[in-house]
Each structure stands twice: as C-alpha cells, then as structure tokens.
C-alpha cells in the first residue's frame, strides 16, 4: 500500500508544504494582514500553473500568427509541432491505466447499492444536458442559418478527403453494442470494431440493384467503451470474491495512486505541449479568408451554441441544485479546460480533469468513478455541434425538414454521441449516422472536415466541462445523502472526510477483515478503519 500521509495545517508528513497540481497550497493565511506585493506574488505562484497554461494558449495563437508568413513546408510543421505531440502521446499513454485501475479501483469500494444510484444520477445528467445541448443546436441553427448563402454552394479545394464512409443506423447502434463487449481486451486498447460493406450486384427479373452486405472489421482507435465496461463489471467481482479478492483491490488502488502521481508530473509540461499544439494548427491553416467568408456563420453557430451551453446552462442547473457559485468552480478547472482545447480529446484531458475536479472538493471514489464514464458517454459539444451540422447541410441543399425530421435529429444525436470516440474528430464521424436517418447527403461533411479542427476544440471543452459539473453534483448529492442518513447510510463508504477527522480510505472495506479481526468487537464492520492515502 502507498504510504500513510496526513495532512495538518496545510503540510504533508515528510515536513515540506507541498503545492497542489494546481499551484495552490494549503497552509493557512496570518492573522496579520500581509503587504500588497506579498500578496500578489503568493496569488501568483498558487496559481503558476493556471497562469502558465493560459499564457501557452495566448503565446501558441501569437507564435503560430508570426511563423505563417515564413512558409514552412509539411516537414518543417511537423518539427515546429513536436513539443505538442509529446504531451499528446503523454496523455494516451496514461489513459489506460488510469481508466481500468481507476474505475476497478471504485467499483470494489462502493456498496453496490450506492453504486447503482451514482451511476443512475450521473446516467440522467449525462442525457439531460446531451438532451438540451442538442436542443441549443437545433434552435441556433434556425435562427442564425448558417446554411443560408447567397450565390453558388461553398466549396473548398481538398476538402473531399476524409470523408467517412456512410453507414447503417441499425449497424452503428450495433457496433456500439458489440464494442460494449470487446472480444480481445489486450486488443480493445488499441482498436475497436466496426462494419464496413462489399457491394454485391443483384440481377432481378425486372431490375438491377446493387446489395449492400455488412461485414465487421476490427480499426484503429481505443475502444474506450469496452474496457470502461469491463472495469466496472470487474471490481465489483472482486468485492464479491471477499478476502480473496484483497491483493488485487489493493493492487489496483496503489497502481491508482501511482499513475495520479505521474499524473501530476505531466500537468507541468502541459502549457508548453499547448503553446506548440496551438501554434502548429494556426500555421497549418492555408486559406484563413475563404475558410471564415465561406463557412464563418456555420463556425459561429457552434461556437455560440458551446459557450451558451457551457457557461449559462450547465451553471444554472449546478446552481439550481447546490446553490453554489458554479463559476468558482470552473475557476479550477482552468489547466483541464485549457487541455482541451489544445488537443481536441476528452480521454487525453481526462487525467488533467481528475486532478483538478478532486482540488475543487469531490471525492476520489466519485471523480475516478464518474469521470472515466464521462470522457466516453457525455458529449455535450458533439451532441451541440452535430445538430448545428445537420440543419447546416439541410439549408445548404434547400431541403427543409419537418417536425418528425427535427426530433429525429435530436434523439439521433444524443443517442450517437455516446458512440462518439473521445478522439479528435469523433464527433465527424457520427455525424454520418444522422444524416443518414432523416436522409441528408453525406457528401457535404467535407465541409464540417474543413472547420472541425477548430470546431472540435470548443466541442472538447465543452465535453468535459459537463463531466466535472456531472462529478461536482454527485458529490452534492452524496453529501446531502450522507447529512441526512448520518452514519448508518449506505454511501458512507463514498464520502470524503469525516468532520474534523481523517480521511476515509479509498480502498475497499474489504481491505480492513484482517485488521478488524484482531479487535475485540467492531462496532460496525461495514464501516472503514484505514487511514486514507492522500497525495
């Protein structure tokens, strides 16, 4: 097990004040009213991290601005964009073991009756807001028409490249369900499975007809969903197994700890991978006037559909339930939202994303829990942006669509998002499933392909932004559970503290059978003993 830290006063047991990932501290302020300029550079250096990830951002759009007049050729990009790769590739590679230890780590430590309920709550949160981020992209659509152009249709040289391959309704939601339940899991980690056609010509006695006939082929790209699945399904087996599953419990809880560790390690490097991500993307850019004349109404209906979803609708419904500032939790949540934005991927944002919900207050069970589950299944600005796409393509080919054709859009895109990968352009490639329900060409996403390196970032924003007001509500909710049931209640084992007094244990009160069992007389086995460890 990792070592035993207690808290005190702000400082850690190996005697150093030690600074949050996030730059804060947690010793306590004097009495005595510290000078202005001491005061300034504490606020400064509490938060040197949040400061510099937003300095990445700023500089990254200035140096990418100052380098497009040299003319580097795609060799020299790809140079210029190395820092940022890095942190990208630092990231993947620590969403797996983050995702699996971290969910099993959970699962094995909460009731499965409190299991149940926060996997419910968080269920009906993730498909409200999906549910009214969709709706905002629908309304936004149609009052602002982005599809509505004077003269010929837009186009854009190179654009057609990419375009996915058009794809069943029936076969997509399959797909979902077979990756649900992965064949290989060593393989899951790296692909995922998906159907694919051969066109097979049918001769009729009257007419000719070409037949489409599904065949599954395993592709690159995480099959997140699968092994968040097996995780869960695989701690809560191991708390049923008792004292035999103990070792591995504990196993899982120190890989835990170590990978939030390596975590916090990788969270400084992160404003300098953003600041070269960032600047390569902007000298990527070719045509900057014909791509904003030609599609800037579209990229402004997204965007405008983003921040009224991530910064009046999701505060107001954090609001309405915990009557708190929601804007002072967003505040910490900076460095993780910043993350996003520079590398368009909710799964690479997710271990910057734990770090920083849990500084703001929720529990270790419930961040490690939720968030993993978030990162595949809320996708509030795919859900937005896809909407905004379909009517999009609609206007632009003159086709207008009813009442049944707009609801259809709307249960499409919520449903698909869940499918949507936590990748860069996951959400394009969805986007196929809806037009194909309400019978819109597919030809037209390659104009979304040519704008969605932009759109796509504010629609990772957005994404994770809703997993941790999803994260910070359960934790209310658990709170108020815990206030109202007190000791007896069947989360107790998901609180964070106890009053005044240590910390609860992240492990599983299976863990403690053998410490109890030299007691006399436990009061109560079901409630856990051992110290947690903090980092």
């Excluded at 703001?360 to 069970?365: D, F, I, L, N, T």
């Excluded at 990162?375 to 393509?393: E, H």
């Excluded at 936590?422 to 704008?451: C, F, Q, R, Y």
């Excluded at 436990?522 to 051992?530: F, G, I, K, R």
Aim: glycine share 10%; charged share 15%.
């Amino acid at each position: 097990m990792a070592e035993k830290i207690t808290i005190d006063d702000g400082k850690v047991s190996n005697g150093f004040q030690e600074p949050l990932a996030n730059g804060q501290t947690g010793g306590q302020q004097g009495k005595n009213p510290e000078p202005l300029g001491q005061k300034l550079k504490r606020l400064a250096l509490a938060n040197m991290l949040v400061i510099l990830t937003v300095a990445g951002v700023i500089i990254g759009v200035l140096i990418g601005l100052g380098v497009r007049s040299a003319g580097l050729n795609k060799v020299q990009i790809i140079y210029f964009g190395f820092p940022g790769e890095l942190l990208i590739r630092l990231l993947k590679m620590i969403i797996i073991p983050l995702v699996v230890c971290s969910l099993v780590s959970g699962a094995a430590s909460i009731d499965p009756k409190a299991l149940g309920k926060l996997g419910g709550w968080a269920m009906l949160f993730f498909l409200v807001t999906t549910l009214i981020a969709s709706a905002i992209g629908v309304i936004m659509a149609f009052i602002i028409q982005p599809g509505i152009v004077a003269g010929a249709k837009p186009t854009l040289p190179g654009a057609e490249d990419g375009v996915p391959q058009a794809k069943e309704v029936m076969d997509s939601f399959l797909d979902l369900i077979r990756n649900i339940f992965p064949s290989n899991l060593v393989a899951a980690a790296f692909q995922s499975y998906a159907t694919h056609y051969n066109l097979k010509e049918v001769n009729g006695s009257t007419n000719f007809s070409v037949e489409k006939i599904p065949y599954g082929k395993e592709v690159d790209g995480m099959n997140i969903l699968g092994l968040v699945v097996f995780a869960i399904v695989f701690g809560v087996a191991l708390r049923k197994l008792g004292e035999e599953g103990e070792i591995l419990i504990r196993f899982f809880n120190s890989f835990n700890e170590a990978t939030m560790v390596l975590v916090s390690w990788i969270m400084w490097y992160a404003p300098l991978g953003i600041m070269f991500l960032v600047a390569e993307k902007i000298v990527q850019m070719e045509d900057v006037g014909a791509l904003f004349t030609s599609l800037g109404k579209y990229i402004a209906c997204c965007m405008l559909g983003h921040f009224i979803h991530g910064f009046l609708v999701l505060p107001l419904i954090y609001f309405a339930i915990t009557r708190k500032n929601p804007y002072h939790f967003l505040l910490g949540l900076i460095t993780a939202l910043a993350t996003a934005f520079g590398t368009s991927s909710s799964s690479a944002t997710l271990p910057l994303m734990m770090r920083c919900v849990e500084e703001r207050g929720v529990s270790k069970h419930i961040s490690r829990f939720i968030l993993p589950i978030g990162a595949t299944v809320n996708m509030d600005g795919a859900a937005c942006f896809q909407c905004v796409a379909a009517v999009f393509i609609a206007q632009l080919n003159d086709m207008p669509l009813n009442f049944i054709q707009v609801i259809t859009i709307l249960v499409t895109a919520t449903a698909s998002s869940v499918g949507a990968a936590g990748i860069p352009a996951g959400g394009v490639l969805t986007l196929a499933i809806i037009l194909e329900a309400v019978g819109l060409p597919t030809n037209d996403i390659s104009l979304i392909l040519a704008v969605d390196w932009l759109v796509d970032r504010t629609c990772t924003v957005l994404n994770v932004e809703g997993d941790a007001f999803g994260a910070g509500l359960l934790q209310y909710f658990v709170d108020r559970t815990e206030s109202k049931k007190g000791e007896g209640a069947e989360l107790t084992e998901v609180r964070l503290d106890d009053g005044d007094g240590p910390a609860k244990p992240e492990s599983s009160p299976l863990l403690e059978k053998r410490t109890l069992s030299t007691d006399d007389a436990p009061s109560d086995p079901a409630t856990p003993c051992q110290k947690e460890s903090v980092m």
